[in-house]
């Protein structure tokens, strides 16, 4: 019954592969969204995405992918990775009801580590 | 643009006492504030949402408030209990430099309730 849910939980990898991490919500929301956790627990977006439209984040390096198949999925593909690319990486969904924005709501988070 | 900074960035308090977190933030134009708490190693856990028409949001022993012409949130917790010994972060709804939504946190909260 978990509402966002994200695979892997863990991910350890070498320096210049690819990676794929894959986000599912059942909310029936219509946003989702990529955030990014480092090392001092500063947690910042990445990318969202309503509809299935990208809106582009002007921070972020363009390795970095997002795809959304559908409304329920968004998932995050890493080219030629990083040793800064380590981090935790949080999903997150919610409903833009006309006029508001309603609450984000978080997967338990996928972490990384490039060595 | 917006920075979201809390304080303070640790606090330890004895069981049963009231505690206050604050959030403060730059850019007034927001359209809503949320509290998080996130337990280490977990996602994030949404508390409280405030809309930017509202001053104030109640759930159980958790009280909000949101003064937006200073800037200012404040997370209220009543008869403090061990359990709720966690992170606890500020995010504040806003428009990025490309028109998108986008929620900016602030660096947390780390607080240790003491039996």
């Known amino acids: 019954d978990t509402a966002v849910s994200q695979t892997p939980k863990y991910l350890v990898t070498q320096m210049g592969n690819d990676k794929s991490i894959k986000c599912e919500q059942n909310?029936?929301?219509?946003?989702m969204y990529w955030y990014k956790q480092d090392s001092k627990k500063f947690l910042k977006i990445m990318f969202s995405?309503?509809?299935?439209?990208?809106?582009i984040n002007e921070t972020v390096p363009n390795r970095f992918s997002p795809k959304s198949p559908d409304k329920a999925h968004l998932n995050l593909h890493i080219n030629s990775l990083e040793l800064g690319d380590s981090a935790v990486y949080f999903c997150?969904?919610?409903?833009?009801?006309?006029?508001?924005?309603?609450?984000?709501?978080f997967g338990p988070g996928t972490r990384l580590t490039v060595l | 643009k917006q920075e979201v900074t809390q304080i303070p960035a640790a606090l330890s308090v004895p069981e049963g006492e009231n505690l206050v977190l604050n959030c403060s933030f730059t850019?007034?134009?927001?359209?809503?504030l949320q509290w998080f708490r996130q337990d280490p190693g977990k996602g994030l856990t949404s508390l409280l949402l405030?809309?930017?028409?509202?001053r104030e949001q109640t759930s159980g022993r958790l009280n909000a408030s949101l003064d937006k012409s200073s800037g200012r949130s404040t997370l209220y917790i009543a008869a403090s209990q061990p359990g709720d010994s966690a992170t606890y972060l500020c995010?504040?709804?806003?428009?990025?430099?490309?028109?998108?939504?986008?929620?900016?946190f602030g660096t947390g909260t780390r607080l240790t309730i003491i039996p």
């Open positions: 997150a969904s919610s409903h833009r009801t006309s006029g508001r924005r309603d609450t984000q709501y």
């Open positions: 909310l029936g929301h219509d946003t």
């Open positions: 995405y309503n509809n299935k439209e990208l809106i």
């Open positions: 850019d007034s134009a927001i359209y809503n």
């Open positions: 405030i809309q930017s028409s509202q």
């Open positions: 995010a504040v709804g806003g428009i990025s430099n490309f028109g998108n939504e986008k929620l900016t």
